[in-house]
């Protein structure tokens, strides 16, 4: 089994920065791309950012700036840098993951369990 445990939410005030972290563990033989999603009460999940195998990143406009993904794959992690929080990025943040358990040529999609990020105005 796959499991993705995700860390660094919390409140913070409007300006302010976070650091989330999302740690993939259990049967792994690659990971694709890993991502950040993020959802508002009453609102879809949206895709914040993704990162490639081999770094490359996209974000969606309402953070271009203000954040940067990242991953180490040595240690299977994407990272959220977050700054310039504002009230509207208030939402739980779910990572996910493309895993190749079985085999490097079937890949599946794993979520973790979200972390609570609350930006005050």
């Known amino acids: 089994q796959v499991q993705l445990v995700e860390s660094g939410g919390g409140l913070v005030e409007a300006g302010g920065s976070l650091r989330l972290s999302c740690v993939a563990s259990g049967s792994i033989l690659s990971i694709r791309d890993m991502a950040w999603y993020r959802q508002a009460p009453g609102i879809a999940r949206e895709l914040v950012a993704r990162v490639s195998m081999d770094g490359n990143a996209n974000y969606v406009d309402a953070v271009k700036g203000r954040f940067t993904i990242s991953r180490d794959n040595a240690k299977n992690t994407v990272y959220l840098q977050m700054h310039s929080l504002q009230p509207e990025d208030t939402a739980v943040y779910y990572c996910?993951?493309?895993?190749?358990?079985?085999?490097?040529?079937?890949?599946?999609?794993?979520w973790g369990q979200g972390t609570q990020v609350t930006v005050s105005s």
């Open positions: 996910n993951a493309l895993v190749a358990p079985y085999t490097r040529d079937i890949h599946f999609t794993y």
